[in-house]
T-cell receptor, first 110, second 116 residues
Framework: KQEVTQIPAALSVPEGENLVLNCSFT??????LQWFRQDPGKGLTSLLL?????REQTSGRLNASLDKSSGRSTLYIAASQPGDSATYLC?????????FGTGTRLLVSP | GAVVSQHPSWVICKSGTSVKIECRSL??????MFWYRQFPKQSLMLMAT?????????EQGVEKDKFLINHASLTLSTLTVTSAHPEDSSFYIC????????????FGPGTRLTVT
């Protein structure tokens, strides 16, 4: 059974810092790995999707990497802004079915 | 990008009544959709897989007679919470994989259910 863990559970940083969010999964037989953002009381916004054959994906200030052999993915956020404050979720996909991580609550202070 | 909608966005109902939540893929067809539940400050937990034209597949611990799922067409899945109780109060979110996006999952905006 796939289990996905995220570290840290919460993170508070001043504006401008670069930061790394970690995601680990127990079963390396994944189809893809997806990162999401969730604002309080809202739905999910897809940030990046890394297919199993890929090593990383980039979108703007975000960069996500995937190492299937070690069961890890990282989300790198450059030059953080207060608007980045949200909960970040990673999810491992095993043929369409997603297993979500525990989430990292990020607070970026001005 | 692909769009998934949910209706209603929030609903308040009395204990013992039933509530139906709709999930629609607006610009693509989805033979499979997924229903998740999220309690406050917790992550999303998969409840069931909705399959067009066949029975839904429920995750362990989810009561299929309480959470009725109907995938009536390639663009619509419904989740009915029957005989709702306060402990069913939660945030319900659906998703659908889009083949063109490498099976990237697109999520609806969620439905906040409060049972009084």
């Amino acid at each position: 059974k796939q289990e996905v863990t995220q570290i840290p559970a919460a993170l508070s940083v001043p504006e401008g810092e670069n930061l790394v969010l970690n995601c680990s999964f127990t079963d390396s037989a994944i189809y893809n790995l997806q990162w999401f953002r969730q604002d309080p009381g809202k739905g999910l916004t897809s940030l990046l999707l890394i297919q199993s054959s890929q090593r990383e994906q980039t979108s703007g200030r975000l960069n996500a990497s995937l190492d299937k052999s070690s069961g890890r993915s990282t989300l790198y956020i450059a030059a953080s802004q207060p608007g980045d404050s949200a909960t970040y979720l990673c999810a491992a996909t095993g043929f369409q079915k997603l297993v979500f991580g525990t989430g990292t609550r990020l607070l970026v202070s001005p | 990008g692909a769009v998934v909608s949910q209706h209603p966005s929030w609903v308040i109902c009395k204990s013992g009544t039933s509530v139906k939540i709709e999930c629609r893929s607006l610009d693509f067809q989805a033979t499979t959709m997924f229903w998740y539940r999220q309690f406050p400050k917790q992550s999303l937990m998969l409840m069931a897989t909705s399959n067009e034209g066949s029975k839904a597949t429920y995750e362990q611990g989810v009561e299929k007679d309480k959470f009725l799922i109907n995938h009536a067409s390639l663009t619509l899945s419904t989740l009915t919470v029957t005989s709702a109780h306060p402990e069913d109060s939660s945030f319900y979110i659906c998703s659908a994989p889009h083949r063109g996006g490498g099976y990237e999952q697109y999520f609806g905006p969620g439905t906040r259910l409060t049972v009084t």
